[in-house]
């Protein structure tokens, strides 16, 4: 799909912010380089001018001996002086730009990040919104080019308004001709310039499926699978195949673009010579200096440049322009879950608990409910296991619990008070949480640690004493770097951790903070026995006063639980202790049974 002219026009729109962002970045750079730009912008006129003064002038000399040479000397040394300062303009030029662009980048990649900390999970499970924050966040180079496309446009915007007065005031006429002559050559230059971008952006999945053939033929994320099931032959295959036909389709466009642009160019040059024609007669005449034909000359030729590359730049800017729609939007997007004005205070210590009213939830990218009817009261200082097959929705009702998500339906009571009352922060703050996809940052143990309460970072004793909770301790004292040791490969001085390792790392985030309520989600499973055993021992040991819920596929680690939930496609289908429920003879009975007589 190609950009309309209404596309183009819309996305010319977006300008005027773009240049009120610029301008917030650095207002000073920005002005250094407008100033600079015009002078830019004006001394190519002044260069042929005085260009055509020398040369009358040195006729004048050829005809005259006799005349002094003071004269030609003075011309030739502000020759000499403009190119010096369009040079070197030029070079600072190239380095505001490039300072400017450095931090625009900066700055808007910034923004980017803090507007979409801001923002909740249920905006990044819609795909459009996905998509929307991943261009704005590739396109922060693009931003930095358009950045010099803008400025470049302006300062031969400039020139070419300059020459124009020139050719009206030697003879409106000579502007007419050339325009029209031109426009075909113009005209063409949109078009294929047009038809590039349209093609490039027809290849944006293939190219895409390129760069992941070969991130997976060649990274380190796929080498072990790679390798034993000897895949690089069928990657590096799919991979030409896709590239040529890529390639096959730019030749062809190519090659025609280069036919007919060619054949197009042929009025602009007739037209050329028309105009030489006519200006050569004055020559004749007498009625113009060979310094004046020089200057004429000069800037036609000049012009003819300057407006193809405006016509090929007025695409390039429109193509950038467009994706500012995309950065703009981004930041209108506004979150969902939000503050109430004056929220109330958070319990300590919570008398009653968390209470579940009919709470129902359902994913916005999905018709299903992930929970439905939940009715249950987590009480303080209450130990609550949550079991039930993949997907029968364990982790999303700890996401509600955590306000990750609001209920679709029913709500979520604190203290006798909806969830939605007390600030999020208070209530995030009073939560340890760990995920079962928590994250392995590739920085060092402390910070890994520390990133459950990232205010501590700095607080050696309190990280030691985490890891010793969590038994990430003796791992950590066994390494090189110990507490500033760089974990994972993706750093030269990083070292991997096997899977259960890193899991009581990241189990250590949980005792960073004094929280009222901690909430395991699925943390053990990659250990061993023993050390699940342990974990949890230490776990209801330290935790005892606290609240705390558990999702565990381990029923030797659920039965530890105070009250156990059965959740069933989002329902609870089972509530009580690990004795009661054994008694019931029930699901839970059944799935015990089930993994006790794989240990017999
Ligand atoms: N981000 C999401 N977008 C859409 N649907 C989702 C999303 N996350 C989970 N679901 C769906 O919601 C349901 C409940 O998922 P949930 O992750 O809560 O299950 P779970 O009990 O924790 O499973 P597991 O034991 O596999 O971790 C599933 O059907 C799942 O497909």
Avoid: C
């Avoid at 020398?54 to 006799?66: G, L, Q, V, W």
């Avoid at 890994?448 to 950590?476: C, F, M, R, T, Y």
């Amino acid at each position: 799909m190609g950009l309309t002219v209404r596309d183009r026009l819309v996305a010319y729109r977006n300008l005027p912010k773009f240049f009120s962002l610029v301008w917030k970045v650095s207002p000073g750079l920005t002005l250094v380089n407008i100033l600079i730009r015009i002078l830019q912008a004006i001394i190519p006129l002044g260069l042929l001018s005085v260009g055509k003064y020398i040369i009358d002038e040195a006729i004048a000399i050829t005809h005259n001996r006799a005349l002094p040479y003071n004269h030609l000397w003075k011309l030739i040394a502000i020759e000499f002086i403009l190119i010096l300062v369009l040079i070197i303009l030029g070079k600072v030029t190239s380095l505001i730009d490039e300072l400017l662009g450095e931090r625009l980048t900066n700055d808007t990649t910034n923004m980017i990040m803090q507007h979409a900390a801001k923002l909740d999970l249920v905006q990044f499970e819609n795909s459009q919104f996905y998509d929307k924050l991943e261009r704005a966040r590739q396109q922060t180079s693009g931003r930095a080019i358009l950045l010099t496309h803008v400025f470049s446009q302006v300062q031969d915007l400039i020139t070419i308004t300059s020459y124009v007065v020139v050719l009206v005031a030697f003879n409106p006429w000579v502007i007419i001709i050339l325009l029209s002559v031109a426009l075909p050559s113009l005209l063409g230059e949109f078009y294929y310039n047009n038809k590039n971008y349209a093609l490039l952006r027809s290849q944006t999945q293939a190219r895409r499926e390129l760069d992941y053939l070969s991130l997976v033929a060649s990274s380190d994320v796929a080498a072990k699978e790679v390798r034993l099931f000897d895949l690089s032959g069928f990657f590096i295959n799919k991979f030409k195949k896709i590239s040529h036909s890529l390639y096959d389709a730019k030749r062809k466009f190519g090659v025609k673009r280069v036919v007919v642009s060619s054949l197009i160019s042929i009025p602009g040059v007739v037209g050329f010579y028309i105009v030489f024609f006519f200006i050569i007669q004055r020559v004749l005449q007498g009625t113009l200096t060979i310094g004046g034909l020089t200057l004429l000359l000069g800037t036609i030729r000049q012009l003819g440049g300057l407006m193809q590359n405006s016509a090929r730049r007025f695409n390039a800017v429109a193509q950038g322009a467009i994706y500012l729609t995309d950065f703009f939007d981004f930041f209108k997007i506004m979150p969902s879950i939000t503050i109430p004005n004056n929220p109330r205070p958070f319990p300590d210590p919570i008398v009653s608990g968390f209470t579940f009213e009919d709470v129902g939830f359902k994913y916005s990218n999905s018709d299903k409910w992930a929970n439905r009817h939940l009715n249950f009261t987590l009480r303080p200082g209450e130990k609550l296991a949550l079991v039930g097959e993949n997907g029968a929705g364990k982790t999303t009702l700890v996401k509600l619990l955590v306000r990750l998500y609001d209920p679709t339906e029913g709500r979520i009571t604190l203290d006798g008070y909806d969830l939605k009352e007390y600030n999020i922060e208070d209530i995030r703050k009073q939560m340890g949480i760990i995920f079962q996809d928590f994250i392995k940052y590739q920085m060092p143990a402390s910070i890994n640690i520390a990133i459950g309460d990232i205010a501590e970072v700095d607080e050696e004793k309190l990280i030691i004493s985490a890891a010793k909770q969590s038994l990430a301790h003796p791992i950590i004292d066994r390494m090189p770097g110990k507490y500033q040791q760089m974990l994972g490969s993706h750093f030269d001085t990083g070292v991997e951790l096997s899977g259960g390792e890193w899991q009581k790392v990241a189990l250590a985030r949980a005792y960073m903070r004094d929280s009222q309520i901690v909430i395991l989600d699925e943390p053990t499973a990659a250990l061993d026995a023993r050390s699940e055993y342990e974990v949890f021992k230490r776990f209801s040991d330290i935790t005892d006063k606290k609240t705390a819920v558990l999702i565990s596929h381990r029923f030797s680690t659920v039965r530890m639980a105070d009250r156990i939930i059965v959740l069933d496609k989002g329902e609870i289908l089972e509530i009580g202790s690990h004795e009661e429920l054994l008694q019931r003879g029930d699901r839970y009975a059944e799935l015990f049974e089930l993994q006790a007589a794989g240990y017999k």
